[in-house]
């Protein structure tokens, strides 16, 4: 049966069912994939993975089917374990668990607290992640006319499987005629995306950042707004940043690389010969290079992490690098339902968006009440203050207490290029407020857009 329902090209492993519930079934194209050394167990299938294009990667795939019973989820959750235990390295997990672990995974109020605690339990002590589930809540229905729904199918990985596979991509598709909602995860999908600007916090370091952001600002602007020539300036400081850094700072993680290999070649030769002094002052000149690089590599990740809870010297490189790939995933959007209709290409679904806020936005609307604040008796303020002009040490004390690796707009700029930069452009920031203190709105436009850059 199996063989005729999936085709010739494909290899199996079943588990049957008991009535009605249970059975899993692992299937893959023999020609894609390797799957080897299979366990079956009570309640799941695990295999070792891989690709047979990419040898260098194998990982544990655990296939789930939970029990219904209450009684039997702890001897389940053990069979986890003893799998976890056995199987050392990158593991991804996924089934139908029939078991929740937060309150959101249902959308009624009877919950059992105590099988959600062990399932928590059993989470954080395999150290699993769950992968984000695009586009859906829930992945169960009871069919009744007011339903029970719960999230009971999903899949989790350990954090070496998602530093392996970072570019993933899960998602729901339709019931159909059944009351799960089947999961397609995707393990190589690279979210399109046009590259924004973002300032890098560990620019600063290096020698010639100030010379290239006087340069860029610099440039002049005939006859233009304050607004438009501040526009103006940060998007010729965003390209030029983004070429002196592709020249004066380069790939951090491929100058790493680099250094590592050096230093493990130099290791290597070590075993057989005495290296001469002036290989072992470059072994030790890569060796303080790698302990640098691996600094910035690491202040990067975290700032991309947007972990802000993290002190910057916490060597947690690796955690930094899995939550901006998470960010990047959750904030992908795959396609947009527009009218009845699906849209998928970037382009149009660029078009749609602008179209759809152009329309929303913008638009008059009558108050039907209104409160009558001299009814309230407040006591009265003297807001005099409020029309004198903006100051430049007002500005400068707002800008210091800016966060130094978050940008207060979508330009990418952060509150550090605006602390370290600040003798170079508050001439051009100052006009602008200026501007806008005296009602010249005419660009203001320009400066809430981000900046993209090649």
């Known amino acids: 049966m199996f063989t005729e329902m999936l085709g010739s090209a494909f290899d199996y492993v079943a588990l049957p069912s008991v009535g009605l519930s249970g059975g899993i079934l692992v299937a893959w194209r023999r020609d894609i994939w ?18 047979l294009s990419s040898e260098s990667l194998n990982w544990w795939l655990t296939v789930v089917y939970g029990p219904c019973s209450d009684a039997s989820k702890r001897d389940f959750l053990q069979e986890l374990c003893d799998v976890r235990s056995s199987r050392p390295g990158p ?4 089934g139908d668990f029939n078991m929740i672990y937060m309150a959101a995974d249902k959308n009624s109020g009877r919950l059992n607290r105590r099988v959600m605690r062990w399932f928590s339990s059993f989470l954080n002590d395999a150290g699993l992640s769950e992968l984000h589930l695009n586009g859906r809540l829930f992945t169960w229905s009871n069919e009744r006319d007011h339903p029970t729904l719960e999230r009971i199918d999903r899949v989790f990985a350990s954090p070496d499987w ?7 991509w899960l998602r729901a598709l339709s019931s159909d005629f059944s009351d799960h909602s089947p999961l397609l995860l995707q393990t190589c999908c690279v979210p399109w995306a046009k590259r924004r600007f973002k300032f890098e916090s560990i620019w600063p370091k290096f020698q010639g950042f100030t010379e290239a952001v006087r340069e860029a600002w610099e440039t ?17 400081t965003a390209k030029s940043l983004k070429k002196w850094s592709s020249k004066h700072v380069g790939s951090i993680r491929l100058q790493l690389a ?44 975290r700032q991309r992490s947007r972990l802000i809870f993290l002190e910057a010297g916490d060597a947690n490189t690796k955690l930094f690098h899995l939550q901006a790939c998470h960010r990047s ?32 936005l913008g638009k008059e609307y009558s108050r039907l009440h209104g409160i009558n604040l001299q009814r309230l008796n407040l006591p009265e303020v003297d807001l005099e203050g409020l029309d004198y002009c903006f100051s430049e040490e007002e500005i400068w004390n707002v800008i210091r207490e800016l966060p130094s690796e978050k940008a207060p707009g979508p330009d990418g700029f952060t509150g550090l290029f605006y602390r370290v930069a600040w003798p170079i452009i ?28 090649c």
């Open 34 to 51: 390797s799957v080897t050394t299979v366990v079956t167990r009570t309640w799941s299938i695990t295999a070792k993975v891989g690709l």
């Open 91 to 94: 593991w991804l997990v996924g």
């Open 162 to 168: 998602l530093d392996a596979l970072p570019n993933h």
């Open 220 to 236: 002049p602007v005939q006859n233009s707004d304050p607004c438009r020539v501040l526009d103006y300036k940060l998007r010729n």
């Open 258 to 301: 680099m250094a590592r290999e050096l230093v493990f070649r130099f290791d290597t030769a070590q075993e057989r010969r005495d290296l001469s002094p002036r290989e072992l002052q470059f072994r030790n000149q890569l060796k303080l290079k790698c302990l640098g690089l691996s600094s910035l590599a690491r202040t990067i990740a």
């Open 329 to 360: 995933r959750k904030n992908f959007i795959a396609d947009l339902h527009v009218d009845g209709r699906t849209v998928s290409e970037p382009n149009l679904m660029s078009s749609e968006l602008f179209a759809h806020f152009n329309e929303v």
């Open 426 to 453: 508050k001439g051009d920031v100052i006009n602008a407020f200026n501007a806008f203190w005296s009602l010249d709105h005419r660009s203001l436009f320009l400066i809430n857009d981000a900046l993209l850059v």
